[in-house]
């Protein structure tokens, strides 16, 4: 059995991922969903990203976890690559499930399309305290495109504002995801329009790995919210020996 | 409850329509699956993509029909975006399904790939009538890849002659799709080859789109032949609040 | 009832194509599965594309099979590409399945990316037999990403050295596939990754094809010993008339 850390994305907290964990534990699994520094219910939203970065690896020497399955959703992509940097022989096998994975230097940022990268700016310069939320247009048709109108409402009213520090920051590697000597796994939904096919997570994002396990599934960018089950039946196949 | 209107595509008329708009129904909504002017039995070969359009548009006003999930396959996906443009305060919600997303001067055949228009252009010559009908190889391989050849066959036979001005006629629109302040879907077959995947309809067509739902389904061109149940459910997904 | 003829990839032999082909013969059907020259257990490791091509020609004398479908398996796209330039008077339909396809000239390393080839030349040169066997993790995460890892292990136990002359030999051809006067049908698992999908598979290969019936499945590259039962489906489908 293995040891699961799952990494929420921008805008959700560890909790949201309580059904995917429930889901993994009944194969047999550990599973830990920390909230990440930033997205904590009382958190300061100047958080950047190297904090958040910080809160994972201080949670891994907390509970003195090691190979570990560390999987990252979407922004989460972000932190694992970090904490892999700083931690590699915690870590078997690192899992990007649709998740950015950065180079060395490379914000969030870098990685989004120009009209994304512009539309977050507008949005952080208009919140007051650079912190941005998704307008809720699209959240609805390009987040949470393959669940209905009504889950839609309730998950974003979950949904908690993202320090735009995280996003902008620029991370700092001794070695890029191609080069370190780890498992490494993709997990790309069919149905994932988070970030528009012609500049999308998969294979553009995905071989920067180098050698990679990549998994295709049924589902968008909230399968986690809208299809726990097959996320976790995901998560098991791209984490496994 | 919604009120779908589903506008065929070339080739193919209203009554092709029909189990899919069952399945629809079933789910309590009300659906519309009008003829093209063009493709109906006695229709002049010789109509063009205005015609087709007011044909809709006619149709819309005659049954007074408001609040409409509007939803144009294939060649149909010229036909909405034209009646969208003139009627944009009926329609809540654009679903391209598998379809043609022109801006405001584009023919279909500006669409299509340079071999497809080449043959096209050759079948209308031939035709006398100025009309084409797809050789049956392309639509046994090209269009009805996932169908079996009997079932190929009979829906080959049910097919009209499709008037080739609907496919050189350039539209004219006061507003591009992606600047229509209403709801869009894009529903995308997996198994869809109707066009080449190097030329092909999503995300090359469906991001004219600006902000859309994509729902990708398992089915080919001919889904609404070969699998009502399951387009039928895509369209209810693509056409939700 | 049609007559199958499966060729096998490199590295593979006929015996590992048995469940799949059982499955296909419990629909009615007449299946072989030769084992190409190269890949059996005495043979040679020098062996050339040349020989393994006449391999297939000659079982195909010997057993007096007419009105086939030949289909091919990664390197045996290679395969029956030749055959069916050879023989194309006892073949109805070529089965592309995530397999190569080769114009006149062209090696199976012109078609993989540069740093495949490089791979595959490095290991060639060390074998001291001029032949290559897939590294364990190329193997694991590469071709059977979607199988658990025992399963991994006990199909690689099962591999056999492939001469490496049968990747850089250019095959010679009268025809090119897209000229052919064949049906054509290209197997697309989106699930395989055993090509990078920026270099991958289809559309880049299967478009050499000109016209021809797409079917892509949920499977992997090893989806003949991951699920032969799917696999089987997807011949069927890509190989009936």
Chains 1, 2, 3 share one sequence.
Not at 4 to 12: D, M, N, P, R, S
């Amino acid at each position: 059995m293995a040891t699961y850390v799952l990494i929420h994305g921008a805008w959700h907290d560890g909790d949201l991922l309580g059904p995917v964990a429930d889901h993994i534990r009944a194969g047999g699994h550990e599973v830990h969903t920390p909230t990440l520094a930033g997205n904590g219910p009382k958190d300061d939203k100047s958080t950047g990203l190297e904090e958040a970065i910080a809160s994972v690896t201080g949670y891994l020497e907390a509970h003195d976890l090691r190979d570990i399955v560390l999987a990252g959703h979407s922004y989460g992509g972000m932190v694992i690559t970090g904490v892999a940097d700083r931690m590699t022989d915690r870590i078997t096998r690192l899992v990007y499930w649709n998740a950015f994975v950065p180079n060395s230097g490379d914000s969030l940022l870098d990685l989004v399309p120009p009209h994304f990268a512009a539309m977050f700016r507008d949005l952080a310069e208009a919140s007051g305290d650079n912190s941005l939320t998704l307008p809720y247009p699209v959240w609805r048709d390009g987040f949470f495109n393959d669940g209905d109108g009504d889950a839609a409402q309730a998950a974003y009213d979950k949904l908690n504002p993202q320090p735009f520090a995280t996003f902008t920051d620029q991370i700092a590697l001794t070695t890029d995801p191609a080069a370190m000597q780890l498992g490494k796994s993709y997990i790309n939904g069919l149905h994932d329009a988070a970030l528009p096919h012609s500049h999308g997570w998969h294979p553009r994002l995905s071989e920067r790995l180098g050698l990679f396990r990549l998994v295709q599934m049924m589902g968008g960018h909230e399968s986690c919210l809208i299809d726990p089950g097959a996320t976790a039946d995901a998560l098991i196949v791209a984490g496994r020996k």
